[in-house]
């Protein structure tokens, strides 16, 4: 074959692109073909799981001024009690890594001591159930992950807790029947009253993630329990929800979720005067592409550029570059 050089430079380049888009598309081909992610759907078809299974998230303190949190949040909850480790300082970062996730039946007291942390005897529970009538069930999935506290330090080798288990109600209508039997059971003097408000906050705190299609997931929370002071909004292709507290002066938390993975990936606090006074974000976040083991974008550069440099090493050999 006699081509001139421009020719060959021209099919070369043609070719390289042609294997790049080849061999990038081979992940999104299957999984186009393959069924929904980690465990399929939720318990009404409609929401599907997170796509979080195996990887890791960082997250970093951006910013917090400790005499506007005083003066709003109280100087008796500190970012550290809420959040844990060294959360009051500045750059420090946690670490969560997602290990699985398996189909789970929550009661309420599941729900008590997982989002309050308040633990009850099998005994009292049959009491409870007996004495207040609250028997309800509601599917979820469990999502296991290990857990670094916020640290300026590096990350240890082993983690601070191991196994955490946080449950996603599959559907969110269940919420307004959670929200009801939690509300029954406050009457027991061992158990806080908990508004429909404070318990989103429970989410928000525990870094649950949400199913998917996030927004509409959200929407359809907040329309069954009908919180005061809670708006969702649309930001960028993610859900916004923005809670206002009136705790020791008015402040605001917004937290934004990430469409793709359902994870907070943003939180803000805000004075009355829209003053942000402590906030934290992902600086790692949880890479929500096609999720085959084996296709990770590092690898596929690599084994684009193999492909690239073999290709054009046969056609010199060919067109007698």
Known sequence: ??????????????????????????????????????????????????????????????????????????????????????????????????????????????????????????????????????????????????????????????????????????NPEDFSEIINELQILSSDPAIPYITAKNFICYFVIKSIPMMRPVYNYLETLINEIVPNDIELLLCNESSLLNITYNVKGRHYINVYYSSTSGMVYHLIYKDENNTIFYSYSFYTEPYNGYNIVGYEISFLFFLSSLSIIGIIYVIKKKINF
């Open 1 to 170: 074959m006699d081509l001139d050089r421009t020719t060959k430079i021209k099919l070369l380049a043609i070719i390289g692109i042609i294997s790049i888009i080849s061999i990038i598309s081979i992940p999104i081909l299957l999984d186009f073909l393959s069924p929904d992610d980690e465990g399929g759907n939720g318990g009404n078809g409609i929401f599907k799981t997170p796509m979080i299974s195996g990887v890791e998230s960082m997250l970093r303190v951006d910013f917090y001024n400790q005499v506007i949190w005083d003066q709003t949040v109280g100087n008796d909850t500190d970012p550290e009690n809420i959040f844990g480790g060294e959360a009051n300082k500045i750059n420090a970062s946690c670490k969560y890594l997602f290990k699985g996730q398996e189909n789970y039946t929550l009661d309420i007291f599941d729900v008590i001591e997982i989002l309050i942390d308040i633990s009850f005897s099998e005994p009292y529970k049959q009491v409870l159930r007996e004495t207040y009538d609250v028997f309800g069930e509601w599917s979820a999935w469990m999502i296991s992950l290990d857990y670094w506290y916020f640290t300026t330090n590096n990350f240890r080798d082993q983690p601070d807790e191991e196994n955490i288990e946080l449950p996603i109600i599959q």
